[in-house]
Nanobody
């Protein structure tokens, strides 16, 4: 059983900052890619930022230069530092991880956190 638990969401004024965390726990052999997604009301879930096991990153154009994704492999945790927040960043943010749960098979499974609300007021 694997769980991803997000934290760090909340209400912030435009121009402010928040730092999201997502910790993976349970039956984990290794974690490959990790990412943050968001879903605003009435919109589809979209990729915000992605980081590989080798620390290569990519970002949605809308957050480049403002958001930074990082990971701590010793803690099985991924972070999203969000600066210069805008009202259009308001959404539920979800973390995702590709996890190998056993050394006996290379198969990886995709896991999602429960989501954390980020609200940016103008």
């Amino acid at each position: 059983q694997v769980q991803l638990v997000e934290s760090g969401g909340g209400l912030v004024q435009a121009g402010g900052s928040l730092r999201l965390s997502c910790a993976a726990s349970g039956s984990i052999f290794s974690i490959n890619a990790m990412g943050w997604y968001r879903q605003a009301p009435g919109k589809q879930r979209e990729l915000v930022a992605h980081i590989t096991s080798g620390d290569s990153t990519n970002y949605a154009d809308s957050v480049k230069g403002r958001f930074t994704i990082s990971r701590d492999n010793a803690k099985n945790t991924v972070y999203l530092q969000m600066n210069s927040l805008k009202p259009e960043d308001t959404a539920v943010y979800y973390c995702n991880a590709a996890i190998q749960i056993s050394s006996r098979t290379p198969a990886q499974y995709s896991y999602w956190g429960q989501g954390t609300q980020v609200t940016v007021s103008s």
